[in-house]
């Protein structure tokens, strides 16, 4: 069994993330890409799976994140681990227990990649979706990979969501894009959505241009 996708209006699209799957979930400056995560992360370990979260920046704001936006009363260790990293070059001990691997922000981790290494990097994930049942989320800053590695990340992963926020006559207007999905299956349109840093929700009727 999968992760729930718990999000409103989303989870009719894509309801869950299926198990042994790697999924590249994009965005620009917009908070909205981090929170999907976690609360992918939280649905995780209230199925009591196992959660590995890879981050570049500080590990207590992460617990914090977690700790009030999934209402936790004491800390979920030891059914989550947290790691720091400046930089990643290999899949190393994380995921190796299954459950739901995540890296928020993977292309800073993987900045200084080449090409070859990171294509390496990507299927080394793959064998491990394989080999231990484990779900992996990569959590990428648009504009941030190489032309090259972008496109290595969207064609090996089984999924793609992509976050995108444009001006519009009435201030920011916030959208979604699935070009690529499980079985083959894709969302060819913007998919409005709103985000207000503490609640993430999908308006199917609003049909953005």
């Known amino acids: 069994?999968?992760?729930?996708?718990?999000?409103?209006?989303?989870?009719?699209?894509?309801?869950?993330?299926?198990?042994?799957?790697l999924v590249v979930v994009e965005s620009g400056a917009d908070g909205a890409k981090s929170f999907f995560v976690r609360r992918l992360a939280l649905t995780a370990?209230?199925?009591?799976?196992?959660?590995?979260?890879?981050?570049?920046?500080?590990?207590?704001e992460?617990?914090?994140?977690?700790?009030?936006?999934?209402?936790?009363?004491?800390?979920?260790?030891?059914?989550i681990e947290i790691f720091e990293r400046d930089s990643l070059d290999t899949v190393g001990e994380y995921g190796t227990n299954g459950g739901l691997l995540a890296f928020?922000?993977?292309?800073?981790?993987?900045?200084?990649l080449p090409g070859p290494?990171?294509?390496?990097?990507?299927?080394?994930?793959?064998e491990l979706c394989h080999e231990k049942g484990t779900t992996i989320v990569?959590?990428?800053?648009?504009?941030?990979?190489?032309?090259?590695?972008?496109?290595?990340?969207m064609h090996l992963a089984d999924g793609v969501i992509q976050f995108h926020s444009k001006?519009?006559?009435?201030?920011?207007?916030?959208y979604l894009r699935i070009p690529k999905w499980m079985d083959g299956k894709f969302v060819d349109r913007n998919i409005?959505?709103?985000?207000?840093?503490?609640?993430?929700?999908?308006?199917?009727?609003?049909?953005?241009?």
Do not use: C, H
Request: proline share 5%; hydrophobic share 40%; charged share 30%.
């Open 104 to 112: 928020d922000s993977f292309s800073f981790l993987t900045l200084d």
């Open 138 to 153: 990569l959590a990428t800053d648009r504009g941030m990979f190489e032309a090259q590695s972008e496109a290595v990340a």
């Open 62 to 79: 992460l617990q914090q994140l977690l700790t009030t936006e999934g209402k936790l009363d004491t800390w979920a260790e030891p059914k």
């Open 117 to 126: 290494s990171f294509a390496a990097l990507i299927r080394r994930f793959r």
């Open 1 to 21: 069994m999968g992760i729930p996708v718990e999000v409103p209006g989303l989870d009719t699209i894509i309801p869950e993330l299926g198990n042994a799957r």
């Open 167 to 174: 001006e519009g006559p009435e201030g920011i207007v916030r």
């Open 192 to 209: 409005y959505y709103e985000f207000d840093g503490k609640r993430l929700a999908i308006d199917l009727r609003r049909r953005v241009l």
């Open 45 to 60: 370990l209230r199925r009591e799976q196992p959660v590995t979260f890879v981050i570049s920046r500080d590990r207590g």
